[in-house]
T-cell receptor
Framework: AQSVAQPEDQVNVAEGNPLTVKCTYS??????LFWYVQYPNRGLQFLLK??????LVKGSYGFEAEFNKSQTSFHLKKPSALVSDSALYFC????????????FGQGTTLQVKP | SQTIHQWPATLVQPVGSPLSLECTVEGTSNPNLYWYRQAAGRGLQLLFY??????ISSEVPQNLSASRPQDRQFILSSKKLLLSDSGFYLCASARFGVDTEAFFGQGTRLTVV
């Protein structure tokens, strides 16, 4: 069965510092992995994805994520956090089949303080 | 890219009343469609997904049902709402093999009173 774990309910960083939001997954076969961001009372916005190829993927707003197959992880990173990055972040996984079942983690609140 | 339309944005319904939330998709054809519920601003629970017209997979036994009468239309329904049905409902669309990522609507905030 597919599952995603985001071990931290909240991550606090100071503006200008690097940030990491953790994600581990479980899926049969090679995973498709995604990060989304959600602002209050809004839908989810796509940030980046890993499908195949280079383990380091770059996405929107300066975010990047590293796929680590041996650790089954896909951590979200940014070299220098902005106050405007404060939001709820979701990791998601899908098995590469056409059943299309897309499973999300519980979300991590990122708080960036000035 | 795809555009997902959800309405209404906000809904307050009494316990025992029926529910119908509609989601329509523009900019693609034959997408996979999803209904998620988000409680208290936290995780997304997958309720239903559909890979084609009339094909519905239910993930969680509950008071809700879903239908897909047209390729780009996905409806979430209930005959009698419960207090526990309150939450933020999100519709998503994904054309796997083309876009790979899912696109989300802006959500419906349902409060059952």
């Amino acid at each position: 069965a597919q599952s995603v774990a985001q071990p931290e309910d909240q991550v606090n960083v100071a503006e200008g510092n690097p940030l990491t939001v953790k994600c581990t997954y479980s899926v049969s076969g090679n995973p498709y992995l995604f990060w989304y961001v959600q602002y209050p009372n809004r839908g989810l916005q796509f940030l980046l994805k890993y499908i195949t190829g280079d383990n380091l993927v770059k996405g929107s707003y300066g975010f990047e994520a590293e796929f680590n197959k041996s650790q089954t992880s896909f951590h979200l990173k940014k070299p220098s956090a902005l106050v405007s990055d404060s939001a709820l972040y979701f990791c998601a996984v899908r098995a590469p089949s056409n059943t299309g079942k897309l499973i999300f983690g519980q979300g991590t609140t990122l708080q960036v303080k000035p | 890219s795809q555009t997902i339309h959800q309405w209404p944005a906000t809904l307050v319904q009494p316990v025992g009343s029926p529910l119908s939330l509609e989601c329509t998709v523009e900019g693609t054809s034959n997408p996979n469609l999803y209904w998620y519920r988000q409680a208290a601003g936290r995780g997304l629970q997958l309720l239903f997904y559909s890979v084609g017209i009339g094909q519905i997979s239910s993930e969680v036994p509950q008071n809700l049902s879903a239908s897909r009468p047209q390729d780009r239309q996905f409806i979430l329904s209930s005959k009698k709402l419960l207090l526990s049905d309150s939450g933020f409902y999100l519709c998503a669309s994904a054309r796997f093999g083309v876009d790979t990522e899912a696109f989300f609507g802006q959500g419906t905030r349902l409060t059952v009173v």
